[in-house]
């Protein structure tokens, strides 16, 4: 839905910006360029300036920066130096000038390479470094073509990226959230959610941005319309697609994505400290996130709700070691599944709403998506314990054939998760899943297993 326009059938408003005052710079390494809001300046045909008591000083390398915000402007490198009141924002500036506020920047990517510091847009993003520069990237050289696609496991955050990216991308007349009404994209939903508001630009009105939530729960007729929109895109409109299984997505809509954003999760430590910045003891954030993993989604909405001590509880349960591995998944699954329902509101607020929806039915669809959360997040924590009890048996000297075994475990892991992306009911997608890992546990620790 558009801000101040009639309200089409089938969207969501997204949500106003969010004003950013903190701007980082950074020289990535390059001598030559510096990083202004994520946007380069080119030290040869630029110039840096910051205040200092003895008068204005050209900054050539963010080392030269404080770690605190510090007002700085840029200037043409022809021009003269601004005053110090210029920096301050005490007098107007100098031609060609623009000022902003700046801050010594550091940052790792996962190979060990010096990254430009985020854009505000995207820093408070709980994702990893190497993905907010890629996504800063996509704010500050927007894609020329049509098609954009923003990935991630489930719980990672696609849509939080997308929504931050869009903002930078449009106004808010222009942007809109496009939601399936129920489980899959329908052609009547491609028209109405998506191709329709693409037609609402009005004249002297940015480029309309058009985010698709869950691009790859289309039904083949919806991914043919898709596709068609994005090689005959109404008003030159951008299209944000998020999934978090683009590897079953149409390879023909795939191709005409011309950028691919797949979101890396936060590391162990930074999500700690996240769950310590929350309010909790050093403890309790080791706790959960020994029991969510990299899944931020449901930790964070477990702190949101004070469901913590359930969360961790409920999932301790699942032991694969322990004893009767079917039967405690049954017991485990009677606690959780009414703490996904207690959870869903603080996962999706203000996410997979709908205008088509009444209160109930948005609230059964977040249920729903929270239960399919956790039950995904379920099978990956039982596949990671199976894999320490093969380890365990190998050094124990059990007689055990490794390959037979972790083939057996990938086969039951991967037709129990495409079994829940697919909406079976997520009590008897494990019920199955735990049944037929009994006997891989068995002959691992046949003492321990049911």
Known sequence: MRVGAAEPTGFSVAPPPVAATVVDVSDRCVTTKLYVSGRPVL??????????????????????????????VVTPVTSPPPTVAQILGDDPLPDGA??????????????????PPPHPAVSGLTV?????????????SPPSGHGVLISAPPGAGALDAALAVARELTDTASLYLATPSADRWTVEEIDDRIRHPANLRAAGERRPVIIVQDADAMTPTAAD????????????????????????????????????????????????DLYEQKGLDSLSASQLENSAGENVALALAAIEAGKVGELVSGLSLLSVDAEAPVTRALRAWADLAPLAKQLAPHMFSGQLDSADDDAA???????????????????????????RLVHSAVSRNVAVDVDQVEAAVA???TEARQAVDAYSPPDRVLVTFFARISPVVASLAPNEAA
């Not at 801050?103 to 010096?114: I, L």
């Open 361 to 387: 039915a948005t609230s059964e669809r977040q249920v729903k998506a929270a239960s399919r959360l956790l039950a995904r997040h379920i099978i990956d924590r039982a596949t990671e314990d199976l894999r």
């Open 98 to 115: 623009w000022a902003g506020s700046a801050s010594s920047y550091t940052a790792k990517g996962r190979k060990g390479r010096d990254l």
């Open 225 to 272: 319309r898709m596709l068609k929109t994005l090689e005959e895109p109404p008003s030159g409109a951008l299209f944000i697609l998020t999934a978090t299984r683009p590897s079953t997505m149409r390879k023909t809509v795939l191709g005409r994505v011309t950028s691919h954003v797949r979101l890396t999760p936060m590391d162990e430590d930074e999500r700690v």
């Open 128 to 140: 990893s470094a190497d993905s907010k520069a890629a996504l800063t990237q996509l704010i500050t």
């Open 43 to 72: 030290m040869d045909r630029q110039s840096v300036w910051m205040a200092s008591p003895t008068g204005p000083v050209r900054v050539k390398s963010w080392k030269q920066l404080p770690s605190s915000p510090t007002p700085v």
């Open 411 to 413: 086969g039951a892991a």
